[in-house]
């Protein structure tokens, strides 16, 4: 078992520049989440997949946010232009499309930490 | 919107015993988790509560109240290893539109427990 993997771990990049995230679920989690976290601050809702259909965005998700799941499998996040103000970890996060207790558990990845200079 | 609140921190000794409160304001609402997160990791879940009652997970219960829009975490027996922040987390019903399994989380209690 591999867990929810993510990858870089950590990205350190310039005001202005694109970046681009991935995350690999847990391979029979249809459900894929991203999620931001600052300092302080518990992780805040990006956007959701169900296996390759994007459901939901966040309005707090500019036009600079885009995220991709191809396959419905892994998941990209990419940020273009970045802002001093993107810096966060950023967290994807996976859960299997069950009922009851099972449904409510999401499995978080150890998240990629990006630094905007 | 759904908003959260929960304290900022919480301090305890070894083999304690400590409750963390949540309340919550919501637009809908479907049950309450709570995770666990230790300082440069991730979030891990520890419990939900989509019904009234106490849940139990060896030394972690959750208990939650739905006419009172409030929740605890209790954690008994405390050890060094609990020390981390806790975030209790909302998930929406997806009845206006939004994700049915959306997590809002609260801004989380560091709990530090001491020797």
């Known amino acids: 078992d591999t867990g929810v993997s993510q990858d870089p771990r950590h990205k350190i990049t310039k005001r202005g520049q694109n970046v681009t995230f991935r995350c690999d679920p847990i391979?029979?989690?249809?459900?894929l989440y991203w999620y931001r976290q600052t300092l302080g601050q518990g992780p805040e809702f990006l956007t959701y997949f169900q296996n390759e259909a994007q459901l939901e965005k966040s309005r707090l998700l500019s036009d600079r946010f885009s995220a991709e799941r191809p396959k419905g499998s892994f998941s990209t996040l990419e940020i273009q232009r970045t802002e001093q103000g993107d810096s966060a970890m950023y967290l994807c996060a996976s859960s299997p499309q069950t009922s009851g207790r099972a449904d409510s558990e999401q499995f978080f990845g150890p998240g990629t930490r990006l630094t905007v200079l | 919107g759904q908003s959260l609140e929960q304290p900022s921190e919480v301090t305890a000794v070894e083999g304690a015993i400590v409750q963390i409160n949540c309340t919550y304001q919501t637009s809908g609402f479907y049950g309450l988790s709570w995770y666990q997160q230790h300082d440069g990791g991730a979030p891990t879940f520890l419990s939900y509560?989509?019904?009234?009652g106490l849940e139990e997970t060896g030394r972690f219960s959750s208990f939650l109240s739905r006419s009172d829009s409030y929740g605890y975490l209790l954690l008994q027996e405390l050890q060094m290893k609990d020390s981390a922040s806790y975030f209790c987390?909302?998930?929406?019903?997806?009845?206006?539109?939004?994700?049915?399994?959306?997590?809002?989380f609260g801004r989380g209690t560091q709990l530090t427990v001491w020797p």
């Open positions: 509560n989509g019904l009234d």
């Open positions: 987390a909302v998930r929406d019903d997806g009845r206006r539109g939004s994700t049915l399994g959306r997590l809002y």
């Open positions: 391979s029979e989690h249809n459900r």
